[in-house]
């Protein structure tokens, strides 16, 4: 049966989640320093995506985890520079006016070793590429980490992004590849200004990588808004609930705009059902169900705005779809947009990703910033198990 917590106990109670979810996430994480995205879920086995990991170790360092977070970055920056020659010319092409093809562009998931996936995937998304650099300056500066050692490999992920961030390309979820997506905008925007307030890049790369996010936020201000709130992808009025992080955590928009609030009115009117949050409207991947990851999302656009009561409410129904075990889903059922598609994905795919890593990371990433105190490490067992 699923935990319950009730927005009165959640932050009380969320100790030993947040806890266990560390444990999990730390015991999961491999030699190599790659987060599993699921352990069991056969789409998923044996990958470790930029986007989920970095939000996992955006998670984990807030929670207080240096060590594990630091892992993961060096992970991040040797796939990367393994593929400078591939990156140059990348850079080169586009800039040329050749802008590869999307299979020619660098994948959003690797194997834990660092090499491309030989299974086919949905793999050009830019996203992720500019929240491992927005999570590397988050976690340095939490953390007070001397930076130098990832350099190359930020400049590599800049010149990558300023030469391709308006690229239409697969979004979070790995659809509608024909589109430029808000969220990946800001993922991007986010990325290329922590580089540049980091003094990663320097000189001409700084000066691009401050146009290009500039670029980005004047794009979305003329495309990517409608009826006051953000859109799911340029050019159309709909929303999708990874828009709460344009405003918390990655702060493209100010959380105490109207922009901001118009956003999470948007997203709490269209998407939200009893704290729960919906991808999109049409959602069918397992019957589109609510995810808890979207809304810790929710939670921190809601807790930067200054609503904090209505963060631990979110938090409270986040936790609440743990399992007896404490491991949390990628979604969960009831409430479903298209019950009839649920089945064909069970028979495609299995159950539900559960444990999903990067819904435990969240859910830490949302207690810690309701209770800075949430911070002190969990014992790790010993020898943990990968």
């Known amino acids: 049966m699923p935990t319950t917590f009730t927005p009165q106990t959640a932050l009380a109670g969320i100790t030993d989640l947040a806890g266990s979810g560390h444990r999990l996430i730390a015991a999961l994480q491999t030699p190599e320093g790659a987060y599993p995205a699921s352990p069991t879920f056969s789409a998923y086995a044996g990958y470790c995506w930029f986007r989920d990991g970095s939000f996992i170790?955006?998670?984990?360092?807030?929670?207080?985890?240096e060590v594990s977070a630091t892992a993961f970055f060096d992970w991040c920056a040797r796939v990367l520079t393994a593929r400078a020659d591939h990156i140059h010319w990348i850079v080169d092409e586009t800039r040329a006016g050749r802008p590869p093809a999307g299979e020619h562009m660098l994948p959003a998931r690797f194997t834990y070793d660092g090499q491309d996936g030989t299974d086919e995937w949905w793999d050009f998304q830019l996203d992720g590429y500019g929240t491992w650099l927005w999570a590397l300056v988050a976690h340095a500066e939490r953390h007070g980490v001397d930076l130098s050692g990832w350099r190359e490999a930020a400049e590599l992920t800049v010149d990558y992004l300023t030469s391709s961030w308006d690229r239409?390309?697969?979004?979070?979820?790995?659809?509608?590849?024909?589109?430029?997506h808000v969220s990946t905008l800001a993922c991007v925007s986010a990325g290329l200004d922590a580089a540049v307030r980091a003094g990663l890049v320097s000189g001409t790369r700084a000066e691009e990588a401050t146009a290009a996010s500039g670029a980005i936020v004047e794009v979305v201000?003329?495309?990517?808004?409608r009826d006051g709130h953000l859109t799911k992808w340029l050019g159309v009025a709909t929303v999708d609930g990874s828009l709460a992080a344009?405003?918390?955590?990655?702060g493209m928009l100010d959380a105490r705009s109207a922009l901001a609030a118009g956003t999470i009115d948007a997203l709490e009117r269209q998407l939200t059902v009893d704290g729960g949050v919906h991808r999109y409207l049409g959602d069918t991947f397992y019957g589109g169900g609510r995810w808890p990851i979207l809304s810790c999302f929710l939670g921190l656009a809601h807790a930067a705005a200054g609503e904090r009561e209505r963060a631990t409410e979110l938090l409270a129904?986040?936790?609440?779809?743990?399992?007896?075990?404490?491991?949390?889903?990628?979604?969960?059922?009831g409430h479903l947009i298209a019950p009839g598609m649920r089945q064909e994905w069970l028979d495609r795919w299995g159950a539900v990703a559960t444990p999903l890593l990067w819904s435990h990371a969240m859910?830490?990433?949302?207690?810690?910033?309701?209770?800075?105190?949430?911070?002190?490490?969990?014992?790790?067992?010993?020898g943990p198990t990968r």
């Open 57 to 65: 170790a955006d998670g984990v360092s807030s929670y207080g985890d």
């Open 168 to 180: 239409p390309c697969y979004d979070w979820w790995e659809e509608h590849s024909e589109s430029v």
């Open 221 to 225: 201000a003329e495309r990517g808004v």
């Open 246 to 250: 344009a405003i918390a955590p990655l």
């Open 317 to 333: 129904w986040a936790a609440s779809t743990a399992t007896a075990d404490l491991d949390l889903p990628e979604q969960v059922d």
């Open 363 to 382: 859910l830490i990433r949302l207690a810690v910033e309701l209770d800075p105190t949430l911070t002190s490490l969990t014992s790790l067992p010993e």
